[in-house]
Every structure is written in structure tokens, then in C-alpha cells.
């Protein structure tokens, strides 16, 4: 979904020919509020391709002090390059370096360092649709303009049934308290592109700018719900550059879709001055702000109950327990009393909360 409606779209031809399906794309930021970089590189491909971009493996990529020290990063996997404990100075002027594993170099432009006002507030209101986040700031120097913000959202939710016992070795035995596969957090990174500007305001004020909805019977909103805002000044090359992306992508998905290749940015090739690069490499610090929204927050109307699916359960003799409690099932909790006649399972996805993509580990800001 995109935050921000536009009137009109006007036409967009296609640039791509068979000769630049491979264009290198780049995410570069340099980060003074924790004196880190991170950098992604990717290879784009043609719309028409059912596959996805590549991730830019085994690179040389470098942070570069103008006039100073050069600083290489390392490869975290996907594509990733990062460093943390940069000796970085908010004064001088840096730029990105790289070396593909083709030979090929690229570089971007030098740029400064932009320092970031802070976030003036994160709120969410809701409606019979959901809850919709907006975030608000202000410059009271009046000098910057232009705005990026991202944000990362993390949940709380539950697997159908909570398993109390587990089959070790045919053994039926009690989990432990690190063993609770029945609640977890997942944590999303956001894609959309939200830009905006103040240059055509009377006021260097964003007053409620959209960021994101959740709707309505979301799983997001079923236990607890946090969302974490980042905000980043944007020099105006940077913002064209964005909103140009923006412009490009709008029926395309994500930021790291397949991209057409005549959006450019700072990062050029030293090997070859036609080769098409596409990407923007910034830095400067960040604001952030962070946000919880509890399901006692919300109104009636939108307190949904958890759905189950098509989870059921099943159950399973004594004798027989041995047949279950492997890949496919999971044992969920004993019947019969006075003494245990049996016990109930049901599927793995249903019983274990990590099929669905989040992980048992609580996050320390929770």
C-alpha cells in the first residue's frame, strides 16, 4: 500500500533492453547516530521475469572519508554489507566504493552528512476499517526540507493450540518454560517508500503524515503490536531520487522489485561510463520513534477474535503415542483422569508458532 495518493500517474515506457536486465542496484546509508554503514546490492531483472533480484555476493565495498581514512564492510549474507564502530565525522564528506565480483567498479558522488530533527510524535487512531499510524515532525531551523521515513513492526501472536508436553525418545515428557512454542514475535521490515517535503508549506512542519494501516482482523492487533519509525533527512538529489523510485514502482511491489533500469541516482561505474547504475547512497543521523498498541487499546468493534483455521485436534491412545509427536504432529496435552488414557496432538503448524515465520525469543523492547 502506498502512503501517499497521487492525482495522476502519467505513462511510464519500459526501458529495458536485453542489455541491461543485469543493472546493479544499490541501498547505501551511512548512519552517524550509531556510527555505522550498511549497504545492499542487488542485480535488477526484466518485468517481464517471473524471478526475483539477485542478491550482489562476494563485492569489495568500501566507506570512504574524503581526504581521509577508507573503511571496507563486511559481507552479512543477501547481499548485505555492513560495519559498525565507524570513526565518522559529521563534517567531513564520504562516499561508497565498490568492486563487483566481475572486476567492475563503481562509486557514488561524495555526500554530507544531513543531521535529522527529531520526530515530533508517532499516534494511531482507528476506524471501522482498522488503525491507521501516522507520524509528525518539525525543522526549527527551517533548512531541511525533505523527509524519508521506514519503519520495522513487530507482533505478538499465538499458535492455534499450546503444547504442554513433547515425545522425547517415546517418552512423554513435560516442556520446559524455554520450550514454549506457543507464543512468538514476528518482525517486519517495512518496502513502501514514504517521502515527503515542506518546501511548498508557509511552515518546516509534516503534520500527520500517513505511514501505515493495519486493518481490521489483522494478526497484528490480536495480542500486542509495536511499530518502530525512522526518519531521515533527505538532501534534494535524495528526494528526487525517491520520489522518481516512487513514481517507477508504484505497480510494481516493493523497493527491491524489479526496477527499471533509467532510475538513477549518485552511484555511477568507473569501468564503464554508459553502464546504467541504479541506486542512492546517503547518510546523516536518524530519529526514531517507538510505539505499542495492546488489544485493550482498541474499541469493540475491533477486538476480532483469534481465528484457528482449520486447526482441530485429534487425539491418540497411550499404546500408540509413538505414532505421533514426530515431523508432522505434535503432542498438545494428556486426557483422562484420574489417570492419562491418552493425549491429544494436532499438526506442527498448528501447535508450533514458529511455522509462521516469527521466532520465541522476546525483543528486548518488549
Same mark, same amino acid.
Given at each position: ?19 541491461? !536486465?543485469?543493472?546493479?542496484? /544499490?541501498?547505501?546509508?551511512? $548512519? +552517524?547516530? #550509531?556510527? %555505522?554503514? *550498511?549497504?545492499?546490492?542487488? =542485480? ?81 487512531? !482507528?476506524?471501522?476499517?482498522? /488503525?491507521?499510524?501516522?507520524? $509528525? +515532525?518539525? #525543522?526549527? %531551523?527551517? *533548512?531541511?526540507?525533505?523527509? =524519508? ?98 513514481? *517507477? ?118
Amino acid at each position: 500500500m502506498l502512503s501517499l495518493v497521487m492525482s495522476c500517474v502519467d505513462p511510464y515506457q519500459l526501458p529495458f533492453t536485453n542489455e541491461t !536486465t543485469n543493472v546493479l542496484v /544499490v541501498d547505501g546509508f551511512i $548512519n +552517524t547516530s #550509531d556510527q %555505522s554503514a *550498511t549497504v545492499k546490492l542487488t =542485480r535488477a531483472v526484466r518485468l517481464s521475469d517471473a524471478k526475483t533480484p539477485s542478491p550482489e555476493k562476494k563485492a569489495i565495498v568500501s566507506i570512504e572519508e574524503q581526504g581521509g581514512a577508507v573503511t571496507s564492510l563486511a559481507e552479512t549474507g543477501n547481499g548485505i554489507y555492513s560495519r559498525k564502530g565507524i570513526a565518522l565525522n559529521s563534517s567531513k564528506n564520504y562516499r561508497l566504493t565498490i568492486t563487483a565480483v566481475d572486476g567492475k567498479k563503481y562509486s557514488s558522488d561524495f555526500i554530507t552528512l544531513l543531521q535529522t530533527p527529531p520526530i515530533d510524535g508517532v499516534r494511531w487512531e !482507528t476506524s471501522s476499517d482498522g /488503525v491507521n499510524i501516522y507520524v $509528525n +515532525t518539525h #525543522d526549527p %531551523s527551517g *533548512t531541511k526540507p525533505f523527509y =524519508r521515513w521506514n519503519f520495522v513492526e513487530t507482533w505478538l501472536y499465538n499458535s492455534a493450540f499450546y503444547s504442554s508436553i513433547k515425545l522425547v525418545n517415546g517418552a512423554v515428557v513435560l516442556r520446559s518454560d524455554a520450550e514454549n512454542i506457543f507464543d512468538c514475535w514476528k518482525t517486519v521490515s517495512s518496502s513502501d517508500i514514504l517521502i515527503s517535503s515542506t518546501v511548498r508549506l508557509s511552515e518546516s512542519t509534516i503534520h500527520d503524515f500517513p505511514i501505515t494501516t493495519i486493518p481490521k482482523g489483522s494478526q497484528k492487533l490480536l495480542i500486542r503490536y509495536s511499530l518502530q519509525v525512522n526518519q531521515f533527512s533527505l538532501s534534494k538529489e535524495a528526494y528526487d531520487y525517491w520520489q522518481q523510485l516512487r513514481k *517507477t514502482t508504484t505497480n510494481l511491489g516493493g523497493l527491491f522489485d524489479p526496477l527499471p533500469s533509467q532510475v538513477t541516482g549518485n552511484v555511477h561505474s568507473e569501468s564503464d561510463p554508459m553502464e546504467s547504475v541504479l541506486g542512492f547512497f546517503s547518510g546523516g543521523s536518524v530519529s526514531s520513534n517507538r510505539i505499542f498498541i495492546s488489544l485493550n487499546d482498541l474499541p469493540p468493534a475491533l477486538k476480532v477474535s483469534r481465528n484457528i483455521g482449520d486447526c482441530t485436534m485429534d487425539s491418540v491412545l497411550v499404546k500408540d503415542v509413538k505414532s505421533v509427536g514426530g515431523v508432522a504432529f505434535l503432542l498438545v496435552s494428556p486426557y483422562g483422569t484420574p489417570f492419562t488414557i491418552g493425549y491429544q496432538y494436532s499438526s506442527v503448524g498448528c501447535v508450533d508458532c514458529r511455522k509462521q515465520g516469527g521466532i520465541t525469543t522476546r525483543p528486548d523492547f518488549w
